[in-house]
């Protein structure tokens, strides 16, 4: 591995180790699916979150067209752009498990009810009890290159 790759690898490390003290800058990025009806790529911006060092996907409670394309085709491409401009082929599963589930999606609440984001969240947070029955919550695994 060159030195200039390496450099690249530790700012790419770093972007990803966000905490719930971390901007909505931060924590923002875009990813590209494939559409489930129109197999056609499609780019949004969302934000990330990490629980225990893993990586997740997920927003407030609602149906979701980036969850309904990652539960057909799970590949996908994780786009940094802030601290970072890093293009991450990516792969997704959906987190079922109940237990998991609570656990993100407690971490994601403490996140979101910092006081720094409250600035970019239209509405309160939903309770937990909504976002385990109605959001959705991919865990993402990059894929070596």
């Known amino acids: 591995m060159t030195e ?7 700012r790419i490390r770093r972007a990803l180790a966000i905490t719930p003290s971390s901007s909505a800058s931060a924590r923002t990025v875009d990813i590209t699916t494939i ?3 129109t197999g ?3 780019r949004i911006e969302i934000w990330f979150y990490r629980v225990d060092d893993e990586i997740y996907l997920t927003t407030q409670p609602a149906s979701r067209s980036w969850y309904a394309n ?3 085709n799970p590949q996908f491409t994780f786009h940094l752009k802030n601290s970072v401009r890093a293009d991450l082929p990516a792969m997704a599963q959906p ?3 109940r237990d998991a589930r ?4 407690e971490s994601v609440i403490v996140d979101l009810n910092q006081p720094r984001h409250r600035a970019y969240i ?3 947070v939903e309770p937990l009890e909504e976002w ?3 959001s959705p919550l991919m865990h993402v695994t990059f894929l070596l290159s």
Do not use: H, I, W, Y
Not at 4 to 10: M, T, V
């Open 4 to 10: 200039k790759a390496s450099a690249a690898d530790e």
């Open 35 to 37: 559409g489930a009806k």
């Open 40 to 42: 056609r790529e499609r």
């Open 70 to 72: 990652l539960l057909q």
């Open 95 to 97: 987190v079922v498990d």
């Open 102 to 105: 609570r656990r993100v999606f």
């Open 122 to 124: 239209a509405q309160p």
């Open 132 to 134: 385990m029955a109605r």
